[in-house]
């Protein structure tokens, strides 16, 4: 059984990839980037508590692929957290992705199905200090 259709079974729904640009598009969009152009997600691939966008963003005057792997602090929470950048030349080919989410999963120690930080319930504003 493929590594795909294995995690398909374990995970169900929450086995999903989505394309949001194609091949044609992409190539138009990297030979003339707009001026305003910043970054643009152009594939996703969610596997339980981990998600692995392909980005395409801005380098000087170029645009460049690239990879952000993104995680839950509790599988049911909607929210997602950067944790990590990878530049390698990104593919948003479905097993491509799947491959690289795999490595960084082994390399850091992260689970599809279980939560490795605690949970965070966002961001709370110091109350400032007083002035003497």
């Known amino acids: ?27 138009q969009l990297k030979r003339q980037p707009p001026e305003d152009f910043s970054e ?11 998600r692995l ?8 005057e170029t645009l460049i692929q690239g990879y952000d792997v993104l995680v839950k602090d509790d599988p ?5 957290i950067f944790y990590d950048g990878i530049s390698d030349t ?24 279980e939560s490795c930080f605690t949970r965070l319930d966002g961001k709370v504003p110091r109350k400032p200090k007083p002035r003497p």
Not at 1 to 18: A, D, N, T
Not at 40 to 50: F, H, S
Not at 101 to 109: I, P, S, V, W
Request: hydrophobic fraction near 35%; charge should be positive; include cysteine.
């Open 1 to 27: 059984m493929s590594r795909k259709r294995e995690l398909q079974k374990q995970l169900g729904s929450g086995y999903i990839y989505e394309r949001y640009l194609d091949e044609r598009s992409l190539r």
């Open 53 to 60: 966008n392909a980005v395409l963003y801005r380098s000087d």
């Open 40 to 50: 643009m997600v152009i594939a996703a691939l969610t596997v339980g508590c981990l």
């Open 90 to 113: 990104a593919s948003p080919k479905e097993v491509e992705m799947l491959r690289i989410l795999d490595g960084a999963a082994r390399r850091h120690g992260l689970s599809y199905t």
């Open 76 to 80: 049911s929470s909607p929210e997602w």
